[in-house]
């Protein structure tokens, strides 16, 4: 018998090998690769696809095959061959975009009248013989491609006639089953004798269980009588257990007529699990009925008048499934039967499973993450569970299990597993060994079988997160664009963008746990993830040689710096790596060596140890496959050599540094050589030096170009596919025109617009067709300070401004130094389009007046930012924005006086403005402080007219009902520091003044 390592790595690559081959990817080779050498795609799969099928079912029998070897190497030769032919296919295609940017080249060229007829006859001449190469290089590439796909056919033909050889077709035929959970169906509801540390979470499920639902009423088809809550979280991690113990306390309090607890399962039926549910209501046998609306009238007779509690255990779901979605809605259809106030509680997996059963998002509850001390509790609780040994000997054994414990990343499921062996094994010797070993893995059970009801691509894109450090915070939209420059996505829908495809791929992780959000402590990003320990190391079994990181550092000895971590062979068929550390010797040895290389990124380069040109000149020359490549160096200059134009299949480029004040960066002509380009990522490189900004256009494939801080790219608008372009400006000169955005309508996110004052016309303002970019959410426009402008320059202001109608689902709009006449029709909601969900609206240096038709341009307006403006009041009718939560004003001079303030408002900040403003908000009784009552926190900054020891003072208001709650002692504090502005501290109901000091 295998050991537990070899069977679980074995597992491992059966189900990768499997998948693989199932996986369109292979077809959807074989029909583009036909389309250029034109020929019959449908014959030839035709033709495979039976072999093909025959693949994968013996690929899904042979984990402890003898033969396992034999087909590691047939699958090992496919996959080489596939790359192969999926590398020659992108040559093919880059030399296709070649000629294409050449041919618009020389139109642009020809359609200049400033150029001579001898500049053109020379273009012409350049265009034919490169055209000419062209053709060579491309015809050499079409048949190697033919070649190539003629290995993938013997390699498929050759693993065939060995299976026939070795009988395997029958043995696939008779073995092949689906896969069993390894850890078994939970079908009861009683809780485990003893569960440790989830009182907490069972507290806060009970509390919802027994919330009130307004509305809600007893047999009627309009309104459910029931709600949803759902519990969600990774293979193992207590969601049963938790949901045994929420039925427990349930049954004993009473507050529903009928509990019910479902095991449900991936592959249920209807009738089966209806006739549970009447079973577990009427706790008696159900009758045998042969028809389902009979089954269900059952039910409904039982449920009917009751407030029931349904447990639906283990609901499995697919978004891809439109039956298993019908299934799960005709579940639901008999329990609006039963009185209002009833609760379904769901235990999945993944949140899309809660969520198309009818929970909210807001009631989709993660499973929690047991403390270090609470793990050791119930690990050492299955551990020595009725254990009789002497004293002595168990104290040992505690010391032990509590190294072992630290192994197991915090998973229920694997404390119970690994301390059920322990307990039937209780010595020292035993439990030594099972510390120092790696058998532990064998606890990966539940979460193989997780991994291994995920699509072939989802897999893939998990599989390559395996190439990041442990607990490494992942971001969302890093990994979406990773996936996509790898050529992860695979949809049946042609027409759908990679990104959006992989997007898709990242939801279904972030649904079923494998990514979990993780904020770090000093972080302040929402959108980053990590992969839980336990599911990095099943990510790296499942990666097996296409992925491989080297978290080496540099360490000091003595008084040199030697390099660590980097000992270990890189597997010379790798695909992805991932470096730590920058090192010339590791780059030079190991790294350049890895000629199938796809993925290379570096994390880190240390002052002492800088990024030399040399070395990233032999990178290029020698990796010429790479796809995705990262470079974070912390020195202050980087030229990047010529030779990077020669990583023709290169997708996703960064260059990065911590020290941006002081980075200089300069790249190549060559750059623009990079066609199938999607991500340009400069972070916090200052300055940054471009050899050819004229023929960025060449790059017609880009997507992102991120942090980028120089504006010399010209015609932008010939880049159609650009999703990312943080800052626009716009300049009197040939391709910066406001027009050059007309057609970028992928845009997407946070745009800033620079230089509108060089905008002359309505007309050239609506050419921006700022209206189509749908994918905007964040709109920055920014007008040139000039205090001297006249009328003129005013009303062309006004008409710019009316012509850059934003999209209407815009969330956040900051116009800066705005001088027109008025606000435009589409702010003052006299405009059919403009934004309709605008949440935040700012307004920098603006000495226009905002009008009372505020409300009806923002009517879910929820937070309100004026800065610097000239304005003598606020708009009228402010309590009309109902949505509205935070107003705040900044070196506001000439607002003296408040309107009326929406009831919705809950922060209030004011700061550096009017005097008289700021001292009637600090006045008890002023009227301006009277409307500031309502809002339970506001802030007023300014000095006070008693100085004490250069301290100015912040004043702040904190409505009545905390004042009750304020001990003696804090009072009597605070009343000290009012004596020094000569005021009182309020008594009774009134609202309590503070001050906070300030340095």
């Not at 009427?282 to 409904?300: G, K, M, V």
């Not at 991932?578 to 994390?603: A, M």
């Not at 009517?859 to 930012?865: G, V």
């Amino acid at each position: 018998m295998a050991d537990p390592v070899s069977a679980a790595v074995a597992v491992g690559w059966a189900m990768k090998a499997a998948g693989w081959v199932a996986s369109p990817i292979i077809s959807e080779l074989y029909k583009k690769a036909s389309s250029v050498l034109n020929l019959d795609a449908s014959g030839k799969l035709k033709e495979l696809e039976p072999k093909i099928l025959l693949l994968q079912r013996v690929m899904e029998v042979v984990e402890e095959s003898p033969y396992r070897p034999c087909l590691e190497q047939l699958f090992s030769d496919l996959k080489s061959a596939f790359y192969e032919a999926e590398d020659i296919l992108d040559d093919v295609e880059y030399y296709r975009l070649e000629k294409q940017i050449q041919d618009d080249y020389l139109k642009l060229e020809v359609a200049t009248p400033r150029r001579n007829k001898n500049r053109v006859k020379k273009l012409l001449k350049s265009a034919v013989k490169k055209c000419n190469a062209l053709k060579d290089e491309c015809g050499m590439s079409k048949i190697e491609l033919k070649q190539s796909l003629e290995k993938i056919e013997k390699v498929i033909n050759d693993a065939c006639g060995f299976f026939e050889q070795m009988n395997f077709t029958n043995k696939s035929n008779t073995n092949l089953t689906k896969p069993a959970n390894s850890r078994g169906a939970v079908t009861t509801a009683r809780p485990p004798s003893v569960v440790i540390g989830r009182d907490k979470d069972c507290d806060n499920i009970v509390a919802m269980l027994h919330d009130k639902e307004e509305g809600a009423q007893p047999d009627t088809k309009s309104v459910q009588c029931y709600s949803v809550i759902g519990i969600h979280g990774i293979g193992g991690s207590g969601k049963s257990t938790l949901s045994q113990l929420v039925c427990a306390r349930e049954q004993k309090d009473g507050h529903f007529n009928l509990v019910m607890w479902v095991h449900v399962s991936q592959d249920f039926s209807v009738d089966t699990i209806f006739g549970q549910m009447s079973e577990a209501a009427s706790r008696t046998p159900c009758p045998q009925f042969n028809n389902l609306d009979t089954l269900q009238t059952n039910l409904e007779k039982v449920l009917h008048g009751k407030r029931f509690l349904l447990v639906l255990d283990d609901v499995w779901y697919n978004n891809r499934d439109v039956r298993q979605y019908e299934k799960l809605q005709q579940i639901l259809s008999p329990l609006n039967a039963g009185e209002a106030g009833s609760k379904i509680l769901v235990t999945s997996r993944t949140k899309d499973a809660l969520i198309a059963l009818g929970a909210a998002e807001q009631r989709c509850i993660p499973m929690s993450v047991l403390g270090e001390d609470v793990f050791l509790k119930l690990f050492k609780h299955y551990a020595f569970h009725n254990v009789c040994v002497a004293a002595d000997d168990r104290i040992r054994l505690e010391d032990i299990a509590t190294q072992i414990a630290k192994k197991l990343k915090g998973s229920p499921l694997v404390a119970k597993i690994v301390g059920g062996q322990l307990r039937m094994r209780p010595n020292i010797d035993y439990w030594r060994i099972s510390r120092d070993g790696n058998h532990l893995d064998d606890t990966m059970g539940a979460l193989w079988w997780s991994y291994q009801h995920l699509d072939e691509q989802v897999r893939q894109c998990f599989a390559y997160c395996s190439i990041f450090p442990r607990r490494r915070q992942l971001e969302q939209h890093e990994l979406v664009k990773l996936w996509a420059a790898e050529g992860f996505a695979r949809s049946s829908d042609e027409g759908k963008d990679s990104e959006d495809v992989c997007q898709g791929y990242f939801d279904v992780l972030v649904s079923a746990s494998f990514l979990q959000h993780g904020v770090g402590k000093y972080s302040s990003k929402t959108d980053t993830y990590i992969v839980h320990d336990l599911l990095l190391d099943l990510a790296d079994k499942v990666a097996g040689s296409d992925c491989f990181r080297t978290e080496n550092r540099w360490k000091r000895s003595g008084d040199s710096w030697t390099m660590e971590g980097c000992e270990d062979e890189v597997p010379p068929d790798i695909r992805h790596v991932f470096v730590q550390t920058y090192g010339s010797e590791l780059i030079n040895e190991k790294i350049c060596k890895l000629d199938n290389l796809r993925t290379l990124i570096i994390d880190s380069a240390e002052g002492r140890t800088p990024v030399e040109e040399k070395v990233l000149k032999s990178l290029f020359v020698r990796l010429r496959k790479l796809r995705v490549l990262t470079v974070a160096s912390d020195q202050g200059m980087l030229s990047v050599p010529e030779s990077i134009g020669q990583l023709r299949h290169l997708r996703y480029l960064a260059f990065m540094t911590r020290y941006g004040s002081d980075s200089r960066l300069v790249l190549p002509g060559t750059l623009t050589k990079l066609y199938h380009m999607q991500v340009l990522d400069f972070g916090n490189i200052s300055d940054l030096v471009f050899g050819s900004c004229e023929d960025m256009f060449s790059l017609i494939n880009l997507r992102h170009i991120i942090r980028v801080p120089f504006r010399e790219i010209r015609s932008i608008g010939r880049l159609t596919l650009l999703r990312t372009l943080e800052t626009f400006e716009v300049r009197e000169e040939q391709g910066c025109e406001l027009k050059q955005l007309s057609d970028l309508n992928q845009l997407c996110g946070k745009r800033t617009i620079l230089g509108l004052q060089n905008v002359e016309s309505q007309q050239e303002a609506l050419e921006a067709n700022l209206a189509d970019k749908e994918g905007l959410r964040t709109l920055e426009l920014w007008w040139n300070y000039d205090e001297r402008a006249e009328l003129k320059e005013k009303e062309v202001q006004t008409e710019v401004l009316e012509g850059l109608c934003p999209p209407k689902l815009l969330e956040s709009l900051t116009i800066y130094c705005y001088d027109g006449l008025r606000y435009p029709s589409w702010m003052m909601g006299r405009h059919n389009g403009g934004p309709k969900y605008l949440s935040t609206l700012s307004l920098h240096c603006c000495s226009t007046e905002l009008g009372p038709e505020l409300g009806g341009f923002c009517p879910h307006l929820r937070s309100l930012y004026i800065f610097g403006c000239s304005w003598d009041t606020l708009p009228d009718k402010m309590e009309h924005l109902t949505s509205l939560k935070v107003l705040g004003l900044d070196r506001c001079r000439n607002i003296r006086s408040l309107p009326m303030l929406p009831q919705s408002l809950e922060c209030f900040r004011l700061s550096r403005s009017n005097e008289m403003l700021t001292s009637s908000c600090r006045t008890v009784r002023d009227p301006n402080w009277e409307k500031l009552q309502h809002v339970p926190e506001v802030y007023v900054e300014g000095k006070s007219s008693h100085s004490h020891n250069n301290i100015s003072f912040g004043v702040c208001c904190i409505a009545s009902p905390y004042i009750s709650s304020m001990s003696r002692v804090v009072r009597s504090f605070l009343n000290q520091f009012a004596k020094l502005a000569n005021t009182r501290l309020p008594a009774g109901n009134e609202s309590l003044i503070y001050f906070t000091i300030r340095a």
